[in-house]
T-cell receptor, first 114, second 114 residues
């Protein structure tokens, strides 16, 4: 079956540091890949997505590239801010994401210190 | 416009009680999903509806869990004879069946079984 593995947290960084959160996956076929974010006290929100190999998803300064050869979708940001503190979830879907359930990783709690 | 809403936001049940959790999806969204999120874990898929048809219930953990969406809009997740291991946040998400395939999540219902 499908599975997603992401680095465990918490990850604590200083403001303006470079961020990488690793995510690898196991799936049959060609899944779509997602990063969701959960800010304190809020619901899950889609941060970015990629639907085929070598696609790069980007939003709010975050980027992730769909690497089929390494089955990875690592999340990166060049300069983090305190407002980026949240829990980040990597996820995959066998379809585009609207027609079947998502498979999530366990989440990575990111803490940015001023 | 209005997002996905869920009620109640918090529910405390004694072991053995039945509970009903409600989800109001975004108007016009064809797809509806239920997930279970245990503390410190990522959401796990429970079941999926397309309009009123329940197309996938492979994630329901036992026959004590039952979901319905009789008119293709509001959905109810029912848990019979609750057990302590049912304590979790139950998330609902909805989606348009279009190329974006983004799932929009509600705030969740936190169920505590005592």
């Amino acid at each position: 079956g499908n599975s997603v593995t992401q680095m465990e947290g918490p990850v604590t960084l200083s403001e303006e540091a470079f961020l990488t959160i690793n995510c690898t996956y196991t799936a049959t076929g060609y899944p779509s890949l997602f990063w969701y974010v959960q800010y304190p006290g809020e619901g899950l929100q889609l941060l970015l997505k990629a639907t085929k190999a070598d696609d790069k998803g980007s939003n709010k300064g975050f980027e992730a590239t769909y690497r089929k050869e390494t089955t990875s979708f690592h999340l990166e940001k060049g300069s983090v801010q305190v407002s980026d503190s949240a829990v980040y979830f990597c996820a995959l879907s066998d379809s585009g994401g609207g027609a079947d359930g998502l498979t999530f990783g366990k989440g990575t709690h990111l803490i940015i210190q001023p | 416009g209005a997002g996905v809403s869920q009620s109640p936001r918090y529910k405390v049940a004694k072991r053995g009680q039945d509970v009903a959790l409600r989800c109001d999806p975004i108007s016009g969204h064809v797809s509806l999903f239920w997930y279970q999120q245990a503390l410190g874990q990522g959401p796990e898929f429970l079941t999926y509806f397309q309009n009123e048809a329940q197309l996938d219930k492979s994630g329901l953990p036992s026959d004590r869990f039952f979901a319905e969406r009789p008119e293709g809009s509001v959905s109810t997740l029912k848990i019979q004879r609750t057990q302590q291991e049912d304590s979790a946040v139950y998330l609902c998400a909805s989606s348009l069946m279009d190329s974006s395939y983004e799932q929009y999540f509600g705030p969740g219902t936190r169920l505590t079984v005592t």
